[in-house]
């Protein structure tokens, strides 16, 4: 399973927008083959900042997302409404035994 965070900041005057690009790009993502899950969260601690928490089956499920034109369009518009740079972390795993 591959296992993705990022995170975006907005500005005051367009939180609300990346808000809705982001809700709008996770329920699109969710229909994607392999997409096990695609959650967007607002920080406790700071408002203007936007979390996603992605799960996907694997590596070729995360790429083939990558290559959507949708995605594209998405990371185009948030990065001129974005108040600093987006991060992005990719992260690949497995079953633990607890």
């Known amino acids: 399973m591959i ?6 900041r907005a ?3 367009t939180f609300e ?7 709008e790009h996770s329920r699109r993502s969710r229909a994607e083959p392999g997409c096990i899950s695609h959650d967007l969260h607002v920080d406790c601690e700071d408002p203007l900042k936007l979390v996603f928490v ?38 690949e795993a497995g079953p633990a035994a607890v």
Request: proline share 2%; glycine share 6%.
């Open 3 to 8: 296992i993705v965070t990022g995170t975006i």
């Open 11 to 13: 500005r005051p005057d």
């Open 17 to 23: 927008e990346v808000r809705r690009l982001g809700l």
């Open 54 to 91: 992605e799960r996907w089956a694997d590596a070729s499920a995360l790429r083939a997302h990558f290559d959507l034109a949708a995605s594209l369009d998405f990371v185009r518009a948030v990065r001129g409404l974005a108040a600093s740079r987006t991060e992005m972390q990719v992260y």
